[in-house]
Every structure is written in C-alpha cells, then in structure tokens.
C-alpha cells in the first residue's frame, strides 16, 4: 500500500504563486495531480512519466509538474492562479505503465492522497 501525503495548499490573490507537494512512501511508476473545483467532479491537472509530462489544457502554461525521485516527492509548481483554480488538489500514484502513458484521467490513479485546499481570490 502506497502512502501520499499532499502540502503546500493555501490561499493567494489572482496572479499569485503556490507550490505543493506530495510525498510516497513507495516508489510507482507515474504520479500525478488531480483537483476537486466546486461543483465539478474530479479532474486531472498533471501526469508525469519518464517522458513529458501531459497537462490539462486548462493549466498548460501555467503549472509545472515535477518530481524528485531520490525524495519520491511530486511538484506543482503553480503560476498565475485563477479564481477558477480554487478547490481541493490530490495527489495520485499509479504502477501500471499502461494506465500511465495513455494520458488518460480515468485511469490514472491506484492510490490517492487525502487533499490539500488551495483557494484563489479575486
């Protein structure tokens, strides 16, 4: 069983900055972000593999997705924050390579994390 533990949620202005994290207790093949906005389901914002990372289109640009291998710590850096982007963010780890590469949001995830808010004013 892989544990993940989110940080770094918090509130900012519109324009603003905010960095999380999320630490494995487990190295898996891929990890990746997933968030919760309100009144939305569940969707995901960022994948990471051993090739590039895939992004929602509604954060390219803006959020970074990184990893630490030696510190099995996952990144999101995040830029320019919108209002929009208010909700709750997860952190999710998958070991089967297929469910990786196929940048599919669906089936992505084996284990998931608790959460971590992030709220953006305006």
């Known amino acids: 069983q892989v544990q993940l533990a989110e940080s770094g949620g918090g509130s900012v202005q519109a324009g603003g900055s905010l960095r999380l994290s999320c630490t494995a207790s487990?190295?898996?093949?891929?990890m990746a972000w997933f968030r919760q906005t309100q009144g939305k389901e569940r969707e995901g914002v960022a994948v990471i593999t051993d090739r590039p990372p895939h992004y929602a289109d509604s954060v390219k640009g803006r959020f970074t997705i990184s990893l630490d291998d030696a510190k099995r710590t996952l990144y999101l850096e995040m830029n320019d924050l919108k209002p929009e982007d208010t909700g709750t963010y997860y952190c999710?780890?998958?070991?089967?390579?297929?469910?990786?590469?196929?940048?599919?949001?669906?089936?992505?995830?084996?284990?998931w994390g608790k959460g971590t808010q992030v709220t953006v004013s305006s």
């Open positions: 487990y190295k898996t093949f891929c």
């Open positions: 999710a780890a998958d070991v089967h390579p297929a469910d990786c590469y196929s940048n599919s949001w669906p089936h992505i995830g084996d284990y």
